[in-house]
């Protein structure tokens, strides 16, 4: 036990110093054509796209998703929509054509990144974003009924909320409406870092090589 030592996760440096970077073309011209350019704006980023939730479970996402947007017209809803079938054809089957909604082609990590930034509030199935978001002070609903990540939801950064159309809905209009709910996720501390693991990682190298 004398030699470990926890870092935090050496993602979260990467995430912050990405986030640093000045927009590219590419970011300015997306947020320029989503609508994003006011700050006041909110903005509901969405991905989901597991095996698990193929079929009924991602209908009903779909689901509460179109309710979400048709109660926040205001609110810009963008989903980057996974290239696997079973993902397109009822993502936009459901969600096509609605205005506030915004269905991309999978983003690069430079565009995921900035949007995830300016993000209100996060709903995913993803692994890697629900460690990625509260580095940002982002909440997190994850569209999953377990996660292999519990150290989030026990630190509050995140909300395991299933394919429940009712659940989603839900805790998605208590972080949209309750700052003080929104404000309690958003700032809850990381349990995967602060972007110091590196330095930490380094730290201990030379330490043990002495």
């Not at 509260?134 to 299933?162: F, H, S």
């Amino acid at each position: 036990s004398e030699a470990i030592r926890v870092t935090g996760n050496p993602v979260i440096d990467a995430l912050q110093m990405t986030a640093a970077r000045p927009p590219s073309p590419e970011v300015e011209r997306l947020t320029s054509e989503l609508g994003l350019r006011d700050p006041d704006r909110r903005l509901v980023l969405v991905t989901a796209h597991r095996r698990e939730n193929f079929g009924r479970p991602l209908e009903r996402i779909c689901t509460a998703l179109r309710c979400l947007a048709e109660a926040y017209p205001e609110v810009r809803f963008v989903y980057p929509v996974h290239l696997n079938p079973h993902v397109q054809e009822p993502v936009y089957r459901l969600l096509g054509g609605i205005p506030n909604f915004s269905l991309l082609p999978p983003l690069d990590y430079l565009p995921l990144v900035h949007l995830l930034k300016r993000a209100t509030l996060l709903l995913t199935d993803s692994g890697g974003l629900q460690e990625e978001a509260p580095g940002l002070g982002v909440p997190v609903l994850v569209l999953r009924e377990v996660t292999e990540r519990p150290e989030g939801v026990e630190a509050g950064t995140v909300k395991l909320v299933g394919a429940d159309s009712e659940r989603i809905l839900n805790e998605a209009r208590q972080l949209l409406d309750d700052p003080l709910a929104h404000a309690a996720m958003a700032q809850a501390v990381n349990p995967y870092g602060d972007g110091r693991a590196a330095e930490r990682i380094v730290e201990s190298l030379l330490e043990f090589s002495r």
